[in-house]
């Protein structure tokens, strides 16, 4: 059967794609930044997971004001890089798991998740940072990934609680999955920032710090900040945290901290990025 | 449940809910057509032409003639899409955050290096503290 066997917590700012496309990670300004995902990347090569599930959300990219899917699960075999209007970031394009994806739509639907499926979708900087953050430059990604959509742009995304509850679906649903697979989820976004109007570039470490910490001190009671809690502290694009607790609720209980890397400023924003590791399976 | 718009009280900030939403559409998929090179070329080429073929306000097609980055927010903008309009002009998010929040870019830049907008009388309208009330 397959098993989720990681957790990794990224943000997904696009300057940091831009700075790897463009050769700039060892300036003054990028290289603290990057020098903190090294190990990160060296976890994941040695991890070398069958398939990762990429929950993160679209910038008005694959879709636009015309279909707001809340949640939704790529199931196509291929995806490609999305032209999000300044052409496409020169990355390879990103091999789906078909097989695995439409069990999880199968199972997520029938456990009460009403997920939108696509069969044909391009993805953006939301996905493809990520990847680049842990897996650095190859020539092609090193395993399969399945994009699992979240509405953040238009209020009001899903609560942090329902994004916990469809991570612990995503986990029965893995579960149920015949292959052997071994599996990464990724929760990407957040974490403080504020792109838009005149408190564009709000930050606040604290909130940050202790939201990090409570990922493995006590993730339940994270879910219960509001919308309205996260636009305030940690401003209006920091609710796209709630993209973390899919992350979390596909993990064990007791899941554990191996490395965490926090990082101000990364353009507007605060960047952060934390593994996770579930217990040896049972 | 409630729909209590209780985000109302937080200063310089535009939550894109219902109402923008209703009031930007025509605005954020004029932007939205910018992820096409092609439409790129012909937005840059004649601006105003462009802009013909999409149904916007009077106020919604001068803030995007004018660069009104603030502007646009105010008339149902998502930053999301109007971030386009800056990339064709070769701008980046913090060029516009800076110009957003009215001060330099240099000033802007400086701010973020020193670990970005204290949120320390930045929480609520009218709050005093380390953070200016932009109503």
């Known amino acids: ?282 | 449940m409630s729909t209590a718009r209780d985000y109302d009280s937080i200063p310089g900030t535009y939550v894109y809910d219902s109402r923008r939403g209703r009031e930007g559409y025509a605005l954020n998929m004029f932007c939205m057509s910018l992820n096409s090179a092609a439409n790129r070329a012909r937005f840059k080429q004649n601006e105003s032409a462009y802009l013909d073929g999409f149904p916007l306000s009077a106020d919604q097609r001068q803030a995007v003639l004018q660069r009104d980055w603030l502007g646009m927010l105010k008339v149902g903008g998502n930053i999301y899409y109007t971030i386009k309009i800056a990339f064709c002009d070769g701008l980046t998010f913090q060029d516009v955050a800076g110009m957003m929040s009215g001060v330099t870019k240099e000033a802007y830049a400086q701010m973020m290096l020193a670990g970005g907008r204290n949120p320390d009388g930045n929480r609520h309208k009218g709050e005093v503290g380390k953070g200016e009330d932009h109503g």
């Open chain 1, 1 to 282: 059967m397959a098993e989720i066997v990681a957790g990794i917590a990224c943000s997904h700012v696009p300057a940091i794609g831009v700075a790897m496309d463009r050769g700039m990670t060892g300036t003054p300004y990028w290289d603290p930044l990057f020098k903190g995902y090294a190990p990160a990347r060296e976890w994941l090569a040695k991890l070398a997971p069958d398939v990762a599930i990429v929950v993160y959300n679209d910038h008005a990219s694959a879709f636009s004001l015309e279909i707001i899917p809340t949640f939704l699960i790529g199931v196509a075999a291929e995806f490609p890089i999305a032209d999000e209007g300044f052409g496409p970031r020169p990355v390879p394009v990103v091999r789906g798991h078909p097989a695995l994806a439409w069990h999880l739509a199968e199972s997520l639907i029938l456990d009460e998740f009403d997920m939108t499926i696509a069969n044909a979708m391009p993805v953006d900087h939301g996905l493809t940072v990520p990847l680049s953050i842990t897996c650095g430059q190859p020539p092609a990604w090193p395993f399969p990934v399945i994009p699992l959509c979240v509405n953040v742009v238009q209020y009001p995304p899903p609560t942090g609680a329902r994004c916990f509850k469809l991570g612990q679906a995503i986990r029965r649903a893995v579960a149920t999955f015949e292959e052997p697979l071994r599996v990464v989820i990724y929760g990407t976004g957040g974490m403080s920032h504020q792109l838009q109007g005149e408190r564009a570039g709000l930050i606040n470490r604290g909130f940050d710090t202790a939201f990090l910490d409570g990922m493995t001190r006590d993730p339940q009671s994270l879910t219960k900040i509001t919308h309205t809690e996260y636009m305030r502290e940690a401003g209006s694009e920091g609710v796209e945290m709630v993209m973390w607790h899919v992350m979390r609720g596909a993990l064990d209980e007791q899941a554990v901290e191996v490395y965490r890397h926090y990082h101000v400023p990364a353009s507007n924003t605060a960047a952060g990025l934390m593994i996770l590791e579930n217990g040896v399976s049972t």
